[in-house]
């Protein structure tokens, strides 16, 4: 019988156990579906559960080791999905009604890449229905394995969870304006958002085709690290150490604190900002002149964009969508013409000032959300959803990589977020900088959920 720890080492040790054989595919892949089945009744990490799909996987993993052909670190690992993206022969509902016995024909182009690498999928992850931050009452929220009445966030909530509580390595999440990133710092993980364009999106739901983003969640970034190659059909590869002797990170003013933050995120910042300087790293401080006008921005991209991918249904079939999903796709029909355009000509204005910070260093750090998990997932068009997105939205609008990693614990020993932005195209150096910064921070990083023990 494998023991219930070996769900929370990292990827490159359980590909190093295969190796040698101490440990098997089947075995591990066991290991991980009866956590599920004990854990996810409390969780509702899954949607729906892959056993029979998985074990076949992790089998012809096994027998592929054996026989000496090696895919790569991610062979015969357990990963899951979010709910929207299409995997042939298995439903995908993206957490709503109206998809409950979706059943995609084709794979979408990351799940390919995916069993290239040899990964094994154990399921579907809840999310909020069409990410469109709301949970929907047929599915229920996906609930924080810190503590079991808090939302592990949204949209990616379940992937996170799943991560968080040891029921997979790693998971595929999206990002549209924070959500990959804010479950995954409610959650204690790692998530990065890539570069816009980075990750295809063939075969996964849309929610807004110019701000949706598709990418990894795991537990340290050199484990997202390597699920972010196999999503870009690369070779998974370790990351190279990074000495932060002589970084140059910039410190966003207008986001390191405010009115809507919590004292303890405050003091995880600044700490997290110590520890980067007794590192060696270089930190200094700028703000961006209108920078918050980027929350006011988001709607008049998103709601357009997203109600007119779900024009036909909103006409057929109202009453099928969750309340307030239903209301936020018809206020997105509001949205004038001049405020769309005005808010892409921000997005230009804004993408030109970040680019200007990073000319002269390597990251930019800010908190990634302003509190510790809430007991309910706020709608994006109240005050507290703007709040709640205040510091991660604008990364979509820019399409810049964005990373989140853990950088202490708050109210309730639930989990804060530090975020790491780099250039376009530079996610693996956000990577490299948030596993430097992990290491420096072993206690944190190492912690297991307390709710679920």
């Not at 995908?92 to 995916?114: E, K, N, Q, Y």
């Not at 990002?175 to 804010?182: K, P, V």
């Not at 790692?190 to 990894?216: M, N, Q, R």
């Amino acid at each position: 019988m494998v023991n219930d720890d070996i769900c929370f080492v990292s990827i490159p040790q359980i590909a190093a156990c295969y190796r040698n054989r101490s440990l098997s595919p089947v075995e591990v892949t066991k290991a991980v579906l009866a956590r599920i089945e004990a854990l996810n009744p409390s969780l509702n990490a899954f949607i729906t559960v892959t056993a029979e799909h998985a074990l076949t996987a992790a089998r012809r993993a096994e027998a592929e080791l054996h026989a000496g052909h090696d895919r790569g670190l991610l062979h015969g690992i357990p990963i899951a999905l979010k709910d929207l993206v299409d995997t042939a022969g298995i439903r995908t509902t993206c957490g709503a009604r109206i998809l409950a016995d979706h059943v995609p024909v084709a794979d979408a182009v990351i799940v390919r890449h995916l069993q290239d690498a040899g990964a094994v999928i154990v399921g579907k992850t809840n999310m909020l229905e069409f990410a469109y931050g709301i949970v929907h009452s047929d599915y229920g929220p996906a609930w924080n394995p810190w503590d079991l009445a808090r939302t592990a966030g949204g949209s990616s909530g379940g992937s996170a969870a799943a991560v968080a509580a040891g029921l997979c390595y790693a998971a595929v999440g999206t990002d549209t304006g924070g959500s990959i990133r804010i479950p995954a710092a409610y959650c204690g993980v790692a998530g990065l958002k890539p570069t816009y364009g980075c990750v295809s999106l063939e075969g996964i739901f849309p929610l807004s085709w110019s701000l949706d983003h598709a990418g990894p969640i795991a537990r340290t970034s050199a484990d997202s690290a390597l699920l972010l190659d196999a999503l870009l059909a690369r070779p998974p590869r370790p990351l190279d150490a990074l000495d932060l002797r002589g970084r140059r990170l910039v410190v966003l003013s207008n986001h390191r604190s405010g009115d809507d933050m919590e004292p303890a995120a405050i003091d995880a910042f600044a700490e997290a900002c110590a520890t980067f300087q007794r590192a060696g790293a270089t930190l200094t401080r700028a703000s961006i002149p209108d920078l918050a006008r980027s929350e006011d921005a988001i709607f008049p991209v998103l709601g357009p964009e997203a109600s007119a991918i779900h024009s036909r249904w909103i006409k057929e079939c109202p009453e099928k969508y969750a309340p307030l999903t239903r209301l936020q796709i018809e206020l997105g029909f509001t949205v004038p013409a001049l405020a769309y355009v005005r808010a892409q000509q921000y997005r230009r204005y804004l993408t030109r000032q970040m680019l200007d910070l990073l000319a002269g260093a390597d990251a930019i750090l800010s908190p990634t959300a302003p509190w510790v998990a809430p007991h309910k997932d706020p709608a994006i068009t109240d005050d507290e959803g703007a709040a709640e997105g205040r510091r991660t939205g604008l990364y979509n609008l820019t399409g810049l990589p964005a990373l989140t990693v853990n950088c202490g614990f708050g109210p309730g020993n639930l989990p804060l977020g530090l975020q790491i932005v780099a250039r376009p195209g530079a996610d693996r150096l956000a990577l490299r900088i948030g596993a430097a910064f992990e290491a420096l921070r072993p206690e944190e990083i190492g912690k297991q959920p307390v709710g679920i023990r």
